[in-house]
């Protein structure tokens, strides 16, 4: 398959309309690098150490195989303008997390943490988290032990595995940002 580099320019008529899909896709023989893939372009992703599982589970590594649609943008409002989205946007604060715990009634669900509490942090001192687009894997119904906190967020310097998200450089995240509304389908696998 060629791929050629996402655009998703700003402005046009038919980019100022959400997306109504994109498709993510392991790269063969590399289970935690891939493709997303919108308007037949690619941007290159970074995807769970596990690679692509259809039967996911808490601390497994992998990234969920699935449809899902995005909920809300996460940003931190301290180091970057906001973004243009069709999505609903939260500005990230020191008491933000994210609930792992498969016993905790909020699992898998946003949190507000006192310093000293537990929870996955979503103001961090790296820039992995300066952009969440949040999905509805394992929201209605949330079962125990699942998996949580399965974003697409910012990749490592070196596209590095995540722990089961999607991941992408900041460029590519704020072109898609422009592009991604409610009813966008996210096709994982």
Known sequence: MK??????????DRS???????????????????WLIADRQAIPVALGRGGIR????????????????PLKLWWRADRWPRPRTHLPIRRITARDAWCEDP????????????????????????????????IDHNTRPRVTNRGSA???????????????????????????????GPRTKIVIG
């Not at 791929?3 to 046009?12: H, P, Q």
């Not at 990749?155 to 072109?175: E, I, K, S, W, Y």
């Open 3 to 12: 791929v050629r580099y996402i655009s998703m320019a700003y402005g046009t």
């Open 16 to 34: 100022s309309r959400p997306l109504t899909a994109l498709t993510v896709r392991a790269a063969p023989g590399r289970p935690s690098r891939g």
């Open 54 to 69: 259809a039967n996911k589970f808490e601390g497994d590594g992998g990234t969920p195989r699935g449809t899902f649609h």
């Open 103 to 134: 016993a905790d009634r909020h699992y898998n669900r946003a949190v507000l943490r006192a310093p000293n509490e537990a929870g996955d942090r979503l103001k961090r001192a790296d820039h992995l988290y300066d952009f969440i687009i949040e």
């Open 150 to 180: 399965v974003f697409l967020h910012l990749a490592r310097d070196n596209f590095g595995p995540t722990a089961g998200c999607v991941a992408m450089t900041r460029p590519m995240m704020l072109r898609l940002l422009e592009r991604i």
